[in-house]
């Protein structure tokens, strides 16, 4: 089957993006082997000041938006901070570059998107597919942590977990750190989950 001229060239910009990407995180992260991982990291408000808290963990953090990018990488500058990384990247094909011996010991995801129409349900960033990669990185008793001011989406969140055979929902967990973000700053309650990795 053929392809039009303008399918070729973005499908020739897709696989420079992610070689590009790919180098950059093998230059990054050579040598380590366990991250905190955020996915949708806004302008960094959060994992910097988790990075701050935590020197010996090693936080990356990705955003499809760059100026959100340059936003995290000026406070990781600022605060001279040689444990964090920013990204501009497709949570695909972050997954698809980033090398397999990395281990994610914990991943977060903070106020996403929710979707909220029915018809854009399949948009959601958490699907049983997306728990499945997160697993597979994730070893035995890494933790899985969600926050969203969205109801629908929260018991969304929920259900996947509760009927997903990797992920163990740990009602005791404590959320691993707190910091009012500016999109936390904006809200009048929210809703949090902490899964664990069975």
Known sequence: ????????????????????????????????????????????????????????????????ITWRIRKGLDKRDKRNLKNLFFYKAELGEFLEVLPPHIR??????????????????????????FLDEVAKRTDTGGTFCFRSDDRPYFDWTVEHLETHPEWEIDDAAQWPHETETYFQSLMEEYFSVVARRV
């Open 104 to 129: 994610f010991e914990r991943t977060v995801l903070l106020f996403p998107d929710p979707w909220p129409k029915a018809k854009h349900h399949r948009r959601r960033m958490v699907q049983t597919a």
């Open 1 to 64: 089957m053929e392809i039009s001229e303008a399918h070729a060239r973005e499908l020739e910009k897709q696989v420079a993006r992610k070689q590009q990407l790919r180098e950059q995180i093998n230059g990054e992260l050579a040598g380590v082997e366990r991250i905190l991982f955020e996915a949708g990291c806004g302008h960094g408000h959060w994992l910097a000041d988790y990075a701050e808290a935590n020197p010996e963990v090693t936080c990356v953090g990705i955003d499809l």
